[in-house]
T-cell receptor, first 114, second 113 residues
Framework: EPEVTQTPSHQVTQMGQEVILRCVPI?????FYWYRQILGQKVEFLVS????????KSEIFDDQFSVERPDGSNFTLKIRSTKLEDSAMYFC????????????FGSGTRLTVV | GDSVTQMEGPVTLSEEAFLTINCTYT??????LFWYVQYPGEGLQLLLK?????DKGSNKGFEATYRKETTSFHLEKGSVQVSDSAVYFC????????????FGQGTRLTINP
């Protein structure tokens, strides 16, 4: 069964450093997303991406964050100048065309900012 | 705005017990509804879904019926197994506007042998 692949599975970074979280969505999917889950809290939407541009972003997704699809397969989330409160599990997801298909999520990257 | 409320966890049951995890939602229009499951150390997996009123989603012995009149999508299973131990998330996808999932807070389920 097709999978969404995320790397790394766990990343530890110093406060103030930049991190890039990587995702390989399912190849025929057109919509891409990042969500995050702070420990013990709800899964929160960060950003959606379609046709090589951001289609929507949440209040959380401020200038500290950016997304990119640098080639035909990868989808990245960059977090500049990380803060302690950025520590969370970050999930990438992709979906086929249409809103009723549901999403396929990756297994997540656990980001720990120290 | 759109929101999802799940029953508080954690829930602990014995093997072969009947399971219900309550989920209610608030949304404009008629959203699509989903249950996702997160096994220990893994990502979110789609368990089942329903896209319109009275639809029943089912998978792996789990069921949930889209109830428009009560704005609910309760998850049920007749006989749980130890392997069902996980965190379960109810979620909605709005019918109109933004295509982003709105999640409940999750319910941790532990099944004892």
């Amino acid at each position: 069964e097709p999978e969404v692949t995320q790397t790394p599975s766990h990343q530890v970074t110093q406060m103030g450093q930049e991190v890039i979280l990587r995702c390989v969505p399912i190849s025929n999917h057109l919509y891409f997303y990042w969500y995050r889950q702070i420990l013990g809290q709800k899964v929160e939407f960060l950003v959606s991406f379609y046709n090589n541009e951001i289609s929507e972003k949440s209040e959380i997704f401020d200038d500290q964050f950016s997304v990119e699809r640098p080639d035909g397969s990868n989808f990245t989330l960059k977090i500049r100048s990380t803060k302690l409160e950025d520590s969370a599990m970050y999930f990438c997801a992709s979906s086929e065309q249409g809103r009723d298909y549901g999403y396929t999520f990756g297994s997540g990257t656990r980001l720990t900012v120290v | 705005g759109d929101s999802v409320t799940q029953m508080e966890g954690p829930v602990t049951l014995s093997e072969e017990a009947f399971l219900t995890i309550n989920c209610t939602y608030t949304a404009t229009g008629y959203p699509s509804l989903f249950w996702y499951v997160q096994y220990p150390g893994e990502g979110l997996q789609l368990l089942l879904k329903a896209t319109k009123a009275d639809d029943k989603g089912s998978n792996k012995g789990f069921e949930a019926t889209y109830r428009k009149e009560t704005t609910s999508f309760h998850l049920e299973k007749g006989s749980v197994q130890v392997s069902d131990s996980a965190v379960y998330f109810c979620a909605l996808l709005p019918r109109l506007g933004a295509q982003k999932l709105v999640f409940g807070q999750g319910t941790r389920l532990t099944i004892n042998p």
